[in-house]
């Protein structure tokens, strides 16, 4: 154990130990075994982070820098996030699990959210107004936010530090990036590329640590002014809860119960593709996993052959491996919420077509792909996000129907329509209470569309243009034109 790899807490340009000298271990899912080790921030820790960043903002080293100068260090990081993407995905592999040939394209593909906010940093503009008083020069400024929290979750953290990351910078902001206490070394790893680009030190901070002496004083600090959260309905909570503490302004990207929604003139190998890339995909490690699949009656058997043989072919084993389609899930609390929620289906009247157990494995990680045929849209596969593989497949009539099962989630984040009717594929999509519909296609983004839900899956949009405007504040100025002198305010015209 003590030859394993360690990681400290990066704040104000230096790398710290812990106040208190907590540290936790990451685990590696594939072999169950701990690999790395890291320091946890203590409430001491996160106030000297969020005193840097204060100090930072007000500071004329990032205060006065032009706007093109911040696109420029967001390109510069872009650069080496590319150089560094093998690397930086090996390590969240070994950390999570994921696949190295999804981790390392991935973070490739996440240089583009820099890029894509460097080249709007100079593009935030402000207005003159035509206002109707005389002599008065009116205008109006975006002005950064101020301090930002960022929390991202152990899945996808490089794709989802950066939907935060990226236009906070851009807009002038000073960001704490607070990675999961699970998992956290490409977060920790990611701050070395940070601390090469050359952002003054404070403008951001990556740490680390458990809910109390962490992400709670964190997020209710007197001097953070936005919280940009991702993660689950129930944390999300008290986030809130502590957002009331400082008025920070709140985005939440949360969880999802997907719908995907196949009709009876779908390409059912496509839909087939679809569903397997939106359930096995990361091992179903996705907040937009669509694991409420929604069959058209006619199709349901036809679709039903298609997946199973489709996933016969997958092969479970070692994430590094590139033969690999499935790795291990990053917990074992997984695994066994699978387990439960699986019991509870079958004892419902759902039926396992294939997989519903744990992978012949050397690591208790591992779950096989799994189908579930339910009966009824209560069936408990439905109803909770699981985290893992498991795809269930549930029957409808007509598109009424499908409709009305799409929206019956206190989800609504993503959601898929496979038909080849273009009139249906627009009418449905209008109709799906979620924020993203992919039509003939499943889990594609990008860094120039937004991304968010309705419902429980949280409020706010990251990525697209319009989410740097959401690190911004508009500032009126009123500059009196007149040569004379201001009148008697107590003198009414």
């Given at each position: 154990?003590?030859?394993?790899?360690h990681?400290?807490?990066?704040?104000?340009?230096?790398?710290?130990?812990?106040?208190t000298g907590q540290?936790?271990?990451?685990?590696?899912p594939?072999?169950g075994?701990?690999?790395?080790?890291?320091?946890c921030?203590a409430p001491?820790?996160?106030?000297?982070?969020?005193a840097?960043a204060?100090?930072?903002l007000?500071g004329?080293?990032w205060r006065?820098?032009?706007?093109?100068?911040?696109?420029?260090?967001?390109?510069?990081?872009?650069?080496?996030?590319?150089?560094?993407?093998?690397?930086?995905?090996r390590i969240?592999t070994?950390?999570?699990?994921?696949?190295?040939?999804?981790?390392?394209?991935?973070t490739?593909?996440v240089?583009?959210?820099?890029r894509?906010y460097?080249?709007?940093?100079?593009k935030?503009e402000g207005a003159?107004?035509?206002?109707?008083?005389?002599d008065?020069?009116?205008?109006?400024?975006?002005m950064?936010?101020?301090?930002?929290a960022?929390?991202?979750?152990?899945?996808?953290?490089m794709?989802l530090?950066a939907?935060k990351?990226?236009?906070a910078?851009?807009?002038?902001c000073?960001?704490v990036?607070k990675?999961s206490?699970?998992?956290?070394a490409?977060?920790i790893?990611?701050?070395r590329?940070?601390?090469?680009?050359?952002?003054?030190?404070?403008?951001v901070?990556v740490?680390?640590g458990d809910?109390?002496?962490?992400?709670?004083?964190?997020?209710r600090h007197?001097?953070?002014d936005?919280i940009?959260?991702?993660?689950?309905p129930?944390?999300?909570?008290?986030v809130?809860?502590?957002s009331a503490?400082?008025?920070?302004?709140?985005?939440?990207?949360?969880?999802?119960?997907?719908?995907?929604?196949v009709f009876?003139?779908?390409?059912?190998?496509?839909?087939?593709?679809?569903?397997?890339?939106?359930?096995?995909?990361?091992?179903?490690?996705?907040?937009?996993?669509?694991?409420?699949?929604?069959?058209?009656?006619?199709v349901m058997d036809?679709?039903i052959?298609?997946?199973t043989?489709?996933?016969?072919?997958?092969?479970?084993?070692d994430?590094?491996?590139?033969?690999?389609?499935?790795?291990?899930?990053?917990?074992?609390?997984?695994?066994?919420?699978?387990?439960?929620?699986?019991?509870?289906?079958?004892d419902?009247?759902?039926?396992?077509?294939?997989?519903?157990?744990?992978?012949?494995?050397?690591?208790p990680?591992y779950?096989q792909?799994?189908?579930v045929?339910c009966?009824?849209p209560q069936?408990?596969?439905l109803k909770t996000?699981?985290?893992?593989?498991?795809?269930?497949?549930?029957p409808?009539?007509?598109?009424?129907?499908?409709?009305?099962?799409?929206?019956?989630?206190?989800?609504?984040?993503?959601?898929?329509?496979?038909?080849?009717?273009?009139?249906r594929?627009?009418?449905?999509?209008?109709?799906i209470?979620?924020?993203?519909t992919w039509?003939?296609?499943y889990?594609?983004?990008?860094?120039?569309?937004?991304f968010g839900?309705?419902n429980?899956?949280?409020y706010?949009?990251?990525a697209?243009?319009e989410?740097?405007?959401?690190?911004?504040r508009v500032?009126?100025?009123?500059?009196?034109?007149?040569?004379?002198?201001?009148?008697?305010?107590?003198?009414?015209?």
């Open positions: 154990m003590n030859n394993l790899p990681y400290q807490l990066y704040i104000a340009g230096q790398w710290q130990a812990g106040a540290v936790m271990h990451s685990v590696n594939a072999d075994q701990p690999w790395a080790s890291f320091d921030a001491e820790d996160v106030d000297r982070a969020v840097a204060k100090s930072a007000e004329p080293e006065d820098m032009t706007q093109t100068a911040r696109g420029k260090l967001l390109y510069r990081l872009a650069d080496l996030i590319a150089q560094n993407a093998e690397h930086l995905g969240e070994t950390d999570s699990g994921k696949l190295a040939s999804e981790t390392m394209a991935q490739g593909y240089a583009d959210y820099y894509y460097a080249g709007l940093a100079d935030i003159v107004l035509p206002i109707d008083k005389p008065m020069h009116v205008y109006t400024q975006r950064p936010i101020g301090v930002v960022g929390i991202v979750p152990w899945n996808a953290q794709f530090a939907t990351l990226a236009p910078l851009a807009a002038g000073t960001v990036l990675a206490e699970i998992a956290p490409p977060m790893e990611f701050a590329l940070i601390d090469q680009v050359g952002f003054p030190p404070g403008v901070s740490i680390t809910a109390e002496n962490c992400a709670v004083p964190l997020t007197k001097d953070v936005r940009a959260f991702t993660g689950g129930e944390t999300a909570k008290h809130i809860r502590n503490e400082n008025f920070a302004v709140t985005t939440l990207e949360l969880g999802g119960k997907s719908p995907i929604l009876d003139d779908a390409e059912i190998d496509a839909a087939a593709n679809g569903l397997i890339a939106g359930n096995f995909g990361a091992s179903g490690q996705s907040c937009v996993a669509g694991t409420r699949g929604l069959v058209h009656r006619p036809r679709l052959a298609a997946i043989e489709k996933s016969s072919q997958l092969i479970v084993g994430p590094h491996d590139p033969a690999t389609h499935l790795g291990p899930l990053c917990t074992v609390a997984q695994v066994e919420r699978i387990e439960d929620t699986l019991r509870k289906a079958t419902q009247g759902a039926k396992i077509i294939f997989g519903g157990a744990r992978a012949d494995q050397a690591s990680h779950f792909p799994t189908l045929a009966n009824s069936v408990e596969t996000e699981m985290f893992g593989p498991v795809m269930s497949l549930l409808f009539d007509t598109e009424e129907e499908a409709i009305a099962l799409a929206n019956d989630s206190d989800f609504g984040l993503g959601s898929g329509i496979f038909t080849t009717n273009l009139a594929a627009h009418r449905v999509s209008r109709r209470r979620s924020g993203i039509v003939n296609t889990r594609a983004i990008s860094p120039i569309a937004p839900g309705f429980q899956s949280g706010g949009r990251e697209g243009k989410a740097i405007l959401d690190y911004t500032k009126t100025t009123w500059i009196n034109t007149s040569e004379a002198p201001m009148a008697n305010p107590f003198v009414m015209r």
